[in-house]
Nanobody
């Protein structure tokens, strides 16, 4: 069972940037796709971005053009670069396979507020 640990969240002003990291305890190189998900207060967890083993990416319409997902299979890491952050991006962010196969980690809190 691969364990996933997210980090890099924090408090940022609107328009700011953050880079989230996801560390996998095991190899992710053989997995078809990895994704970032988020859960805002009072809302269901939803998909944000995904990346295949080959590097093809896709994004939710709400973050397209602002967020960039990437992966380093050699380091078993997945990243989410978030630019032009908005208050509505406030949420706990999680990584997992796409579709999800592993237990959710603790996530990392992102708060966008002035």
């Amino acid at each position: 069972q691969v364990q996933l640990v997210e980090s890099g969240g924090g408090l940022v002003q609107p328009g700011g940037s953050l880079r989230l990291s996801c560390t996998a305890s095991g190899s992710i190189s053989g997995l078809n796709a990895m994704g970032w998900y988020r859960q805002a207060p009072g809302k269901q967890r939803g998909w944000v971005a995904g990346i295949t083993t080959g590097g093809s990416t896709d994004y939710a319409w709400s973050v397209k053009g602002r967020f960039t997902i990437s992966r380093d299979n050699n380091k078993n890491m997945v990243y989410l670069q978030m630019n032009s952050l908005k208050p509505e991006d406030t949420a706990v962010y999680y990584c997992n396979t796409q579709p999800r196969t592993y237990s959710w980690g603790q996530g990392t809190q992102v708060t966008v507020s002035s």
